[in-house]
């Protein structure tokens, strides 16, 4: 047995974030090893590893030591996919062949844009994501963007006021998908009703498990909240949205090298992609994410544990239905 490993958190953000070194990612990692990264993403939110160098394998025997892998939609789904292993969440500019897309498929890059605003992994599920691991195989040239940004959502939540937390307390909203792909990109799901096609419920705010702090899980899949008006729901979820996305409560990762990797509690944080103009249809950005089930309390937020399912969208996102 090798010599007990001494991994070791900088802090990359006054209140969350840090960079572990001290790993070797060449050897298998020990129990104790593993317990050490628990208990930092527990703290810190979001950690970053920089060449870590790991393949789809090892990326995925790494992610199944936080718990249990969320098969990724496309496989749940049974549709053929880039990459073999179910658990990789492809989110490459590239198509099934590994061509970079062209910039003039217009559907992925509308499809894109749901992800660069702020979200947590698969809340638009019934069972939500603890841990994400998105781990960057090829990265576009320096300068030309691909930054992830993060948002300290448990701070944002101490900050409110006494007020504020009290309300939220017992609200619950639906989360959508394609409300999130819409809102981003307005020629999507045109007339569509986000309440006829598949909704989550959360509530606005949970208990964080493993530390005893609360966080603040309003992202961009919400788009309802339960007994208020439309008006009202909307009114709350943009300054609750405002709040939590100011300058202070974020860090954002520059992924410098093809190997690093970045974990992330989405039951502790929010996070988002950035423009991808600057390589898209240029430069491949390929990195690819494991998703960790929550194993906790609040799994299933408060949706019906005996009935899980798998995401649907309409089939031609740019068709609009017609008056029958
Ligand atoms: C994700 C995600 C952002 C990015 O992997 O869940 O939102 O910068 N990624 O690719
Ligand atoms: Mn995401």
């Excluded at 006054?14 to 930092?40: E, N, R, W, Y």
């Excluded at 549709?79 to 559907?107: C, E, F, W």
Aim: glycine letters at 8%.
């Amino acid at each position: 047995m090798g010599s007990i490993s001494q991994v070791t958190f900088t802090p990359l953000h006054p209140t969350f974030g840090a960079q572990v070194t001290g790993i070797d990612f060449s050897q298998p990692l020990s129990k104790d090893v593993i317990a050490q990264v628990k208990s930092g993403i527990d703290h810190y939110g979001v950690l970053v590893f920089r060449n870590a160098g790991l393949d789809d394998d090892s990326h995925v025997a790494f992610a199944q030591s936080f718990g249990e892998l969320e098969p990724t939609p496309a496989a749940s789904l049974g549709v053929k996919t880039r990459l073999p292993s179910p658990y990789i969440g492809d989110l490459a500019n590239v198509d099934h062949q590994g061509n970079l897309k062209q910039y003039q498929d217009k559907l992925s890059r509308l499809f894109a844009k749901g992800n660069e605003t702020w979200h947590a992994d698969m809340q638009y599920h019934p069972r939500r994501c603890r841990y994400s691991i998105l781990r960057a195989v090829q990265l576009p040239p320096a300068g030309t963007g691909g930054e992830t940004l993060y948002a300290d959502s448990r701070t944002a939540y101490d900050d409110l006021s006494s007020e504020m937390k009290k309300q939220l307390d017992t609200l619950v909203a639906y989360c959508s998908l394609l409300h999130n792909r819409r809102d981003a990109a307005p020629e999507l799901y045109k007339g569509v009703d986000v309440m006829e096609w598949p909704n989550a419920k959360w509530k606005l705010v949970y208990p964080h498990e493993g530390t005893n702090r609360t966080n603040l899980y309003v992202t961009s899949y919400m788009h309802k909240i339960e007994g208020m008006s439309q008006q009202e729901s909307d009114q709350l979820l943009k300054q609750l949205r405002d709040h939590a996305a100011q300058e202070k409560y974020i860090h954002t990762v520059n992924w410098e090298n093809n190997g690093d990797m970045v974990m992330w509690d989405n039951t502790a944080v929010l996070h988002r992609a950035t423009d991808g103009s600057g390589y898209i249809g240029k430069h491949v950005r390929d990195v690819r994410r494991t998703s960790c089930f929550d194993t906790g309390k609040y799994a299933w937020g408060e949706n019906d544990s005996n009935n899980p399912w798998i995401i649907k969208l309409p089939k031609d996102p740019f068709a609009e239905p017609t008056a029958a």
